[in-house]
């Protein structure tokens, strides 16, 4: 969308201001698309008014701004209040937001069934980044009982949907032999997919593996290519 000219900034602020919602989702849109220390509380104030006039995807795309922080301080609490809105009238991404924030510790006051029962439709509904949030729950036992086959299941459905971190978790599984006898050929070929995938954490793992000859024939070369591509991709343990 193109910024609007003065006059029709002007016009859409008097429309909003008269409760017509698309005017205050149009005006939260052009404040949104430059975004600086102006802008920012402007467009969300606008979508905060459009969510109020019961446009949902505003309610999220506000409280994004406010987990984000961008420009704007940062407000959890105003956060989960405008994802748990959204969530109410079955908006997904708010729902999985929302979850989000339950387990990463920013809303305790969310239910935690609740967020796992949200990752586990949004893996089934064929997001791999929820089936890896699902397979470190059950991993680590984390709100549900422990269960290595169910964290098996839900890594290796993260990687066939093509979210690598879950191709390094279940490769990690085979070299720990949480899966049956350690496997070190299995888990270099998830580590390799992982890797290839831009895992940071796959990349790492791989690496360890070239370096000491396990799964594939020493190679410190391969290594070293692989633990600075791991450490480019953000894994500080690769550095």
Sequence with gaps: MAYADDNNLFSLKNNCENNDVSACVTLGLNYYEHLD?????????????????????????????????????ANNEKAATLFSKACRKDNKEACLSLAKMRLDGLNDEFDMNSAIGIFRRSCDDGNGDSCVRCGSLYRFGEGVKSSYSQAQHYFSKACELDAYDGCAEIGLMYEEGTVGKKNFDKAYEYYLKACDGNSAIGCSLLGTLEKNGLG?????????????????????MAC
Excluded: H, W
């Excluded at 190679?219 to 500080?236: D, P, R, T, V």
């Design 216 to 236: 594939v024939s020493r190679n410190l070369k391969k290594s070293l290519m692989s633990f600075e591509k791991g450490c480019k991709l953000g894994n500080l």
């Design 37 to 73: 220390q102006i802008t920012a509380p402007q467009a969300a104030a606008a979508f905060e008014k459009a969510c109020a006039l019961l446009d949902y995807q505003s309610c999220n795309v506000a409280a994004q701004m406010y987990l984000k922080g961008e420009f704007i301080d």
